[in-house]
C-alpha cells in the first residue's frame, strides 16, 4: 500500500521569496517521488523525480527536492518565487515492483504575491 | 522528452452521445497508459490501466462498460465515454511510460455534456 499526504492544500508566498511545498509519502517498498506542476486549464508538466539515486534532485524551473527516508518526507523548494510559478502542484508516489500504480497527493495550490 | 499528446482538447455533445478521447505516445513506445480523471479543484482519480493488446484494467467503481478503452498499438489509446451524462462532465487526462516508473502526462481533454 502507498500514500501520499501533502501538508498544505494552499500556500501563498511573495514574488521572491523562497518556496516551500511539503509533501510526506508511505510505501510498502522503495518508493519512486515524483513532482509534477499543473496550470490553470493544463495538463501535468513533470518537474522532478527521485527514484533511488541522489537524494537531493535537481529539476525545471530552478526548484529542487529532498528525499529523507528517516522523515518520509519529500518537500519541494524554490529559493525565489516567480509570478509565473503560481499552479497547482502535486507529489506523486510510485512503488518499485513492476507496476507503475502510482498515488497522487491532493495538490498544493501555490499563490505568488507581486 | 517524452511526448504524450491528447485529442480533442476540448469536446462538448449532448446527452446521450459518445465521445471518443485518443492519446497518442509522439516519440517513444509506450506499453502502459492510464486514464485519470480530474475533478474541479480535486486531485487525479486514476479509471483504469491499459496495456497494449490487453484488456485494460479498472479502479474500483469505474463502469468499465461505459468507459470503453482500447490500447490497439504501442502509441495509441483511446477513451471512448458511452451514453455521457452531465455527471460524466470532467477533465480527462493520460499518461504513458515505456516501462519505467516516470509516467508521462498528455494535456488533457475537457468534456462538457450538455
Known amino acids: 500500500a502507498q500514500s501520499v499526504t501533502q501538508l498544505d492544500s494552499h500556500v501563498s508566498v511573495s514574488e521572491g521569496t523562497p518556496v516551500l511545498l511539503r509533501c510526506n509519502y508511505s510505501?510498502?517498498?522503495?518508493?519512486?517521488l515524483f513532482w509534477y506542476v499543473q496550470h490553470p486549464n493544463k495538463g501535468l508538466q513533470l518537474l522532478l523525480k527521485y527514484t533511488s539515486a541522489a537524494t537531493l534532485v535537481k529539476g525545471i524551473n530552478g526548484f529542487e527536492a529532498e528525499f529523507k527516508k528517516s522523515e518520509t518526507s519529500f518537500h519541494l523548494t524554490k529559493p525565489s518565487a516567480h509570478m509565473s510559478d503560481a499552479a497547482e502542484y502535486f507529489c506523486v508516489v510510485s512503488s518499485a515492483g513492476g507496476y507503475q500504480k502510482v498515488t497522487f497527493g491532493i495538490g498544493t495550490k501555490l499563490q505568488v504575491i507581486p | 522528452g517524452a511526448v504524450v499528446s491528447q485529442h480533442p482538447s476540448w469536446v462538448i455533445c449532448k446527452s446521450g452521445t459518445s465521445v471518443k478521447i485518443e492519446c497518442r505516445s509522439l516519440d517513444f513506445q509506450a506499453t502502459t497508459m492510464f486514464w485519470y480523471r480530474q475533478f474541479p479543484k480535486q486531485s487525479l482519480m486514476l479509471m483504469a490501466t491499459s496495456n497494449e493488446g490487453s484488456k485494460a484494467t479498472y479502479e474500483q467503481g469505474v463502469e468499465k462498460d461505459k468507459f470503453l478503452i482500447n490500447h490497439a498499438s504501442l502509441t495509441l489509446s483511446t477513451l471512448t465515454v458511452t451514453s455521457a451524462h452531465p455527471e460524466d462532465s470532467s477533465f480527462y487526462i493520460c499518461s504513458a511510460t515505456g516501462g519505467r516508473e516516470t509516467q508521462y502526462f498528455g494535456p488533457g481533454t475537457r468534456l462538457l455534456v450538455l
Open positions: 510505501s510498502s517498498y522503495s518508493p519512486s
